[in-house]
């Protein structure tokens, strides 16, 4: 699953095997073995791709199918209720329990933006 979605991001950016290697500081060899899965990459590498591509390390490991990060979820509210449940939840719950979801992102937005 990683050496398709690695490819599969590389490719949306227009980029070779080689210039991504550049960028990672690596082999074009390298990337060609992550692409084939042949080769794993360390957790920095995991890390400096998710951040390069700008989506989630489960993303690429293949552990979601959600490309974006947990801050960019944050960020948007409405993305980020709606991944409960395939329907979103407007169907589903009242006002009053929608505004206390955006509530409580607020607040761990704020908790962990302060530190």
Not at 8 to 18: C, F, I, P, Y
Not at 28 to 42: A, F, H, L, V
Not at 47 to 59: E, G, I, R, W
């Amino acid at each position: 699953m990683f050496g398709t979605r690695l490819k599969e991001l590389r490719k949306d950016k227009g980029l070779t095997q080689s210039q991504l290697a550049d960028i990672l500081k690596t082999s074009p060899s390298s990337i060609g073995m992550y692409e084939q899965n042949r080769r794993t990459p360390d957790t920095e590498t995991l890390q400096t791709l998710s951040d390069f591509f700008n989506v989630s390390v489960d993303y690429l490991i293949g552990k979601s199918d959600i490309k974006e990060s947990a801050d960019d979820l944050i960020k948007n509210k409405q993305v980020t209720i709606a991944l409960h449940n395939d329907d979103g939840i407007n169907a589903e719950l009242p006002d009053e329990a929608k505004q206390e979801i955006e509530n409580f992102i607020e607040y761990v937005k704020n908790k962990y933006n302060s530190k």
